[in-house]
């Protein structure tokens, strides 16, 4: 599953990426506040949510590090 979820995020454009990125960065802030209040569901959220910005950050940081040394 992590490989074509790799895949799908290598085929996206950078500012789809970026918007994207802020989107899961706000939704991790809610699910932390979620989570202090003790009305999370879904702790693996958490997890999964981490990995996907983790994943896009460094999809991001291999197109920077590209287009740098062109």
Same mark, same amino acid.
């Given at each position: 599953?992590a490989?074509?979820?790799?895949?799908?995020? &290598?085929e996206?454009?950078?500012? &789809?990426?970026?918007?994207?990125?802020?989107?899961?960065?706000? &939704?991790?802030?809610? +699910?932390? @506040?979620?989570?202090?209040?003790e !009305? +999370?569901?879904?702790?693996?959220?958490?997890? !999964?949510?981490? !990995?996907?910005?983790?994943?896009?950050?460094?999809i991001?940081?291999?197109r920077e590090?590209? @287009?740098?040394?062109?």
């Amino acid at each position: 599953m992590a490989k074509s979820k790799v895949k799908e995020i &290598h085929e996206r454009e950078t500012p &789809h990426l970026q918007s994207e990125l802020q989107e899961r960065i706000r &939704h991790l802030f809610d +699910l932390r @506040s979620q989570a202090v209040t003790e !009305k +999370l569901e879904d702790p693996s959220q958490l997890r !999964k949510t981490k !990995k996907d910005i983790a994943r896009i950050r460094t999809i991001l940081r291999q197109r920077e590090l590209q @287009s740098a040394s062109k």
